[in-house]
């Protein structure tokens, strides 16, 4: 009996070893096969541009394609930045993009103050209201807002691409008072007990514990600015205007046939994007966690 019972033992010991095993590579190991296979997906387009904008013309007609040039070709890049006036599309998407930046840092913390942090009639119906307009899609109002910047006559002018995020966003918002819901009360009610002012207290004490989810939304804004097509494309009619763009679809209208200059013209429009998402990743998915894990 003992030595069958040691046999029953071993077999149990056994299988519960291989159910741990089956498990932890489901858990562990299929998950992140899955994931490397999506991130090449995602990332070989990039990829792609990135080695169509180094190859050779000749190259470029190769059949099977290559995965890899032959022949390093920087020289398009520097071709591409002078068949369009690069640099001032450039300047022009900049701008857009700092004051629009600078508009929805100040608009949407303010309104994602007042919907978490202050008691007041009708707040939570109201707030309610402005989730729901995230239902309305942009060209219903495509319109109406272009009709109000052609009376207040700034079309042609960068504001009807800058003034819209001085208004607030409600996906923003949302964003704002989801993460504001997470810092504790006894914070403000400490500022009011030393004679500090709402605004004080939203500017000297909650505006810098706010740092991750201000840079989400600053991303966000960033980025949108930066590869809106639409926007520039009804609003600016004067070409020392545009932004990159509207300027890359100009080249693309000049240079069908030229990829490599494409490429290379699309290549550094994306690298700003890249850039600043590695530089705030860490902010960004702060920002995104803490946010959501109080409604």
């Given at each position: 009996?003992?030595?069958?019972?040691?046999?029953?033992?071993?077999?149990?010991?056994?299988?519960?070893?291989?159910?741990?095993?089956?498990?932890?590579?489901?858990?562990?190991?299929?998950?992140?096969?899955?994931?490397?296979l999506m991130c090449f997906?995602?990332?070989?387009?990039?990829?792609?541009?990135?080695?169509?904008?180094?190859?050779?013309?000749?190259?470029?007609?190769?059949?099977?394609?290559?995965?890899?040039?032959?022949?390093?070709?920087?020289?398009?890049?520097?071709?591409?930045?002078?068949?369009?006036?690069?640099?001032?599309?450039?300047?022009?998407?900049?701008?857009?993009?700092?004051?629009?930046?600078?508009?929805?840092?100040?608009?949407?913390?303010?309104?994602?103050?007042?919907?978490?942090?202050?008691?007041?009639?009708?707040?939570?119906?109201?707030?309610?209201?402005?989730?729901?307009?995230?239902?309305?899609?942009?060209?219903?109002?495509?319109?109406?807002?272009?009709?109000?910047?052609?009376?207040?006559?700034?079309?042609?002018?960068?504001?009807?691409?800058?003034?819209?995020?001085?208004?607030?966003?409600?996906?923003?918002?949302?964003?704002?008072?989801?993460?504001?819901?997470?810092?504790?009360?006894?914070?403000?009610?400490?500022?009011?007990?030393?004679?500090?002012?709402?605004?004080?207290?939203?500017?000297?004490?909650?505006?810098?514990?706010?740092?991750?989810?201000?840079?989400?939304?600053?991303?966000?804004?960033?980025?949108?600015?930066?590869?809106?097509?639409?926007?520039?494309?009804?609003?600016?009619?004067?070409?020392?205007?545009?932004?990159?763009?509207?300027?890359?679809?100009?080249?693309?209208?000049?240079?069908e046939v030229e990829y490599?200059?494409?490429?290379?013209?699309?290549?550094?429009?994306?690298?700003?994007?890249?850039?600043?998402?590695?530089?705030?990743?860490?902010?960004?998915?702060?920002?995104?966690?803490?946010?959501?894990?109080?409604?």
């Amino acid at each position: 009996m003992d030595i069958t019972a040691k046999k029953q033992w071993q077999l149990q010991r056994e299988r519960n070893m291989r159910i741990r095993a089956m498990r932890n590579i489901s858990e562990n190991f299929i998950p992140r096969i899955i994931l490397v296979l999506m991130c090449f997906i995602y990332i070989m387009p990039y990829y792609w541009m990135l080695v169509t904008s180094l190859k050779s013309s000749m190259e470029l007609r190769a059949a099977p394609p290559t995965l890899f040039p032959h022949e390093i070709h920087f020289e398009h890049y520097l071709e591409a930045v002078r068949f369009i006036p690069f640099f001032r599309y450039m300047m022009n998407s900049l701008t857009i993009v700092v004051f629009a930046v600078i508009g929805a840092i100040i608009s949407n913390s303010l309104v994602g103050y007042g919907f978490s942090r202050i008691n007041w009639p009708g707040r939570e119906g109201l707030f309610y209201v402005v989730i729901a307009t995230m239902f309305i899609p942009f060209p219903v109002v495509l319109v109406a807002l272009f009709d109000i910047f052609a009376k207040l006559h700034l079309i042609n002018t960068f504001f009807p691409l800058i003034i819209p995020a001085y208004t607030g966003s409600a996906l923003y918002i949302f964003m704002m008072r989801q993460y504001l819901l997470t810092i504790p009360k006894e914070i403000s009610d400490a500022g009011f007990i030393d004679g500090a002012t709402e605004f004080e207290i939203f500017y000297k004490l909650i505006l810098p514990l706010m740092k991750p989810v201000v840079a989400v939304v600053a991303i966000f804004t960033a980025l949108n600015s930066w590869n809106d097509f639409l926007g520039p494309l009804i609003y600016l009619q004067n070409q020392r205007m545009y932004t990159l763009s509207i300027g890359l679809q100009f080249f693309r209208s000049q240079h069908e046939v030229e990829y490599s200059l494409l490429m290379a013209a699309s290549t550094l429009v994306a690298l700003p994007v890249v850039v600043i998402f590695l530089c705030f990743q860490r902010f960004f998915v702060e920002g995104i966690t803490i946010g959501a894990v109080k409604g």
